[in-house]
């Protein structure tokens, strides 16, 4: 762990920052939505339904992959500039096009809607003949799961960055001191997101046998309360038939530590997904 990394999570713990994650995804600011002005952002908006698909290009010539991004923050807040500063960096190192799902949130919307939703963006992202890689933090994994569950075939990797598995129960009493996350809170919308779906509350995203034929990267910080969750992921990616899992699994780093772009971690984590992603897409 390095020394910036040690004074961010001091910090953090300072500031109290997992009761002010938890208010943000109970009671999350719906007026602003960074995509509002696209032209700021340099992306064009594609309309789908109560959601946008937020695509730029980077001027590469013929870029032969893009990635399909699915951001985090429990599915209730929406997409904040930290997120779009490291996806936009993972797609300039990585030479790829960049297609962002803003998708609609819960309450309001249901968690059937959300991988409706998904369903649609990955259909216009394939339709463009490119290599496509799926990439997610935190709740964002949970579609990005079900996408490489339902396309497996059609994908050419999946990165996931500190994923929350909401079909997962946490647990009340965890031995890890999470910075971020709150386990009730996590619960909590759990259980919203869940309620509808076509499978009802046993609906898994860890189906081994839905997860054949896959390249994947997993990051994550040995300190967050998902890591428990994180190995029954591996688990199932393990027994999975003709999948291959690269796994870095940070020492001392907090949930969603990637989007902390000043971290030595972050910026190594970053590159270990550029890279990954060029391999794959045999440079």
Same mark, same amino acid.
């Given at each position: 762990?390095?020394?910036?990394?040690?004074?961010?999570?001091?910090?953090?713990?300072?500031?109290?920052?997992?009761?002010?994650?938890?208010?943000?995804?109970?009671?999350?600011?719906?007026?602003?939505?960074?995509?509002?002005?696209?032209?700021?952002?340099?992306?064009? +908006?594609?309309?789908?339904?109560?959601?946008?698909?937020?695509?730029?290009?980077?001027?590469?010539?013929?870029?032969?992959?893009?990635?399909?991004?699915?951001?985090?923050?429990?599915?209730?807040?929406?997409?904040?500039?930290?997120?779009?500063?490291?996806? $936009?960096?993972?797609?300039?190192?990585?030479?790829?096009?960049?297609?962002?799902?803003?998708?609609?949130?819960?309450?309001?919307?249901?968690?059937?809607?959300?991988?409706?939703?998904?369903?649609?963006?990955?259909?216009?992202?394939?339709?463009?003949?490119?290599?496509?890689?799926?990439?997610?933090?935190?709740?964002?994994?949970?579609?990005?799961?079900?996408?490489? $569950?339902?396309?497996?075939?059609?994908?050419?990797?999946?990165?996931?960055?500190?994923?929350?598995?909401?079909?997962?129960?946490?647990?009340?009493?965890?031995?890890?001191?999470?910075?971020?996350?709150?386990?009730?809170?996590?619960?909590?919308?759990?259980?919203?997101?869940?309620?509808?779906?076509?499978?009802?509350?046993?609906?898994?995203?860890?189906?081994?046998?839905?997860?054949?034929?896959?390249?994947?990267?997993? +990051?994550?910080?040995? $300190?967050?309360?998902?890591?428990?969750?994180?190995?029954?992921?591996?688990?199932?990616?393990?027994?999975?038939?003709?999948?291959?899992?690269?796994?870095?699994?940070?020492?001392?780093?907090?949930?969603?530590? +990637?989007?902390?772009?000043?971290?030595?971690?972050?910026?190594?984590?970053?590159?270990?997904?550029?890279?990954?992603?060029?391999?794959?897409?045999?440079?």
């Amino acid at each position: 762990m390095s020394l910036a990394m040690h004074a961010q999570k001091r910090d953090l713990r300072k500031k109290d920052y997992q009761k002010i994650v938890s208010f943000s995804f109970l009671h999350p600011n719906l007026k602003v939505n960074i995509f509002s002005k696209p032209d700021k952002l340099g992306v064009k +908006i594609v309309r789908i339904g109560d959601g946008n698909l937020a695509i730029k290009h980077f001027h590469q010539t013929n870029s032969s992959s893009l990635i399909l991004y699915f951001h985090g923050g429990a599915f209730t807040v929406p997409m904040n500039t930290d997120q779009f500063n490291m996806i $936009e960096n993972v797609a300039q190192q990585s030479e790829s096009d960049l297609y962002i799902a803003d998708f609609p949130l819960i309450p309001a919307h249901s968690g059937q809607e959300l991988l409706n939703f998904s369903e649609e963006a990955f259909k216009q992202a394939s339709s463009t003949g490119q290599k496509v890689f799926l990439l997610a933090d935190s709740a964002g994994a949970t579609l990005a799961i079900h996408l490489a $569950e339902k396309y497996r075939n059609q994908i050419s990797g999946l990165i996931l960055a500190s994923p929350w598995i909401v079909s997962e129960t946490q647990p009340a009493n965890s031995t890890k001191e999470d910075l971020m996350l709150d386990p009730a809170v996590l619960n909590q919308i759990r259980d919203q997101f869940l309620v509808g779906l076509s499978d009802g509350d046993s609906f898994s995203f860890l189906d081994s046998e839905k997860l054949n034929n896959l390249k994947v990267l997993l +990051i994550y910080g040995s $300190e967050e309360i998902l890591a428990d969750t994180d190995q029954k992921l591996i688990s199932a990616l393990d027994n999975a038939a003709d999948t291959e899992v690269l796994i870095d699994e940070v020492k001392g780093a907090f949930h969603d530590f +990637i989007l902390w772009n000043k971290l030595p971690e972050t910026k190594k984590a970053i590159k270990k997904i550029a890279d990954f992603i060029k391999y794959q897409r045999g440079v």
